[in-house]
């Protein structure tokens, strides 16, 4: 068995498989969106989802983490059979952060922070109102917490401001330490950088790793080619709801196909195509093709 050790010092089992998704399919009426997706992520692994606009990735993400209930296939995790409920993929350890960022806008981000804390502590309504001492208690400790985590992300200067003054870079570094927040087992991470600038960027692939280190496991969607390679032990390749590829990042990023959906089909005409064999006329000369 592989073991991977963590900068915290902790072993990781690599050869653990935490998320089997199992031939996941999504279709939205006539729209198949996700198509027969299979892919696994083991305990300290960082694997890259990539492929075009609309090739399902975001969807497929929606099915891991219970937004979606596939139309069919299975996901588990460490073994068991993940119900579609957001709430209980939290609770079984996977985390994630959104395309489009979604925090609470008019809180802190420590109060942020704090949110992605509830769904572990053990405070309930009742605590909270008459504030027994096990909630007065488990408000210290989440305190605490989420500062170490805004210290963990680079943003402990931010506690205290709103989440919607905080630049873009910012808001989504606070999304992952929200997510991190719940304690996860696996961090799924939608476009992470998008809308970063490159020392950001740079800065995003530092905390992965440290995020790794800590014994994490990491899926991550993303269309910067550079970061994605740089980053991943593995990365899937989805074209039109399907798997075009998936392997160790050379062979991904080496296979013709995959640069071919990204910049569209070589431009040779198909060989039943006689090629041209006079000038346009004069009067078809200027107008050009957007493929041209
Ligand atoms: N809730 C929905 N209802 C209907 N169609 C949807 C829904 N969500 C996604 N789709 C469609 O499914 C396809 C896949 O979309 P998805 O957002 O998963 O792509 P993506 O790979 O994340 O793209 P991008 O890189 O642009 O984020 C698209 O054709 C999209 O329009
Ligand atoms: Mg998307």
Do not use: W
């Amino acid at each position: 068995m592989t073991q991977v050790m963590s900068g915290a010092g902790h072993h990781v089992d690599a050869s653990t498989l935490l998320l089997q998704a199992s031939s996941v399919t999504m279709r939205f009426g006539g729209l198949t969106a996700v198509n027969n997706v299979s892919l696994d992520v083991h305990a300290g692994e960082i694997v890259g989802l990539i492929g075009p606009n609309g090739a399902g990735k975001t969807t497929f993400f929606n099915c891991l983490t219970g937004l979606y209930k596939p139309t069919s296939g299975e996901v588990r995790f460490a073994g068991e059979l993940l119900p579609p409920k957001p709430r209980l993929v939290v609770r079984a350890g996977m985390a994630r952060t959104f395309q489009n960022i979604r925090l609470f806008h008019n809180m802190t981000a420590l109060e942020n922070v704090m949110v992605g804390m509830y769904s572990r502590t053990k405070t309930n309504a009742i605590d909270a109102v008459f504030r027994l001492p096990r909630h007065r208690r488990e408000e210290l400790a989440s305190t605490e917490r989420a500062r170490e985590l805004l210290d963990f992300v680079g943003l402990s200067s931010a506690a205290d401001m709103l989440s919607r003054n905080l630049p873009y870079g910012d808001q989504r570094r606070l999304e992952i330490a929200r997510a991190l927040a719940t304690d996860p087992k696996l961090l799924l991470l939608d476009e992470p950088t998008a809308g970063m600038n490159p020392q950001e960027t740079r800065q995003a692939e530092e905390l992965i790793f440290k995020i790794r280190d800590l014994g994490l496991a990491v899926l991550v969607i993303e269309h910067d080619m550079r970061f994605i390679f740089n980053l991943c032990d593995r990365v899937c390749c989805l074209v039109r709801g399907e798997v075009l590829v998936e392997g160790v990042g050379e062979v991904v990023q080496n296979d013709p196909r995959v640069i071919e959906a990204y910049i569209g089909a070589p431009a040779e005409p198909p060989a039943d195509v006689p090629p041209p064999t006079a000038e346009p006329p004069a009067s078809e000369a200027g107008k050009g093709s957007a493929d041209a």
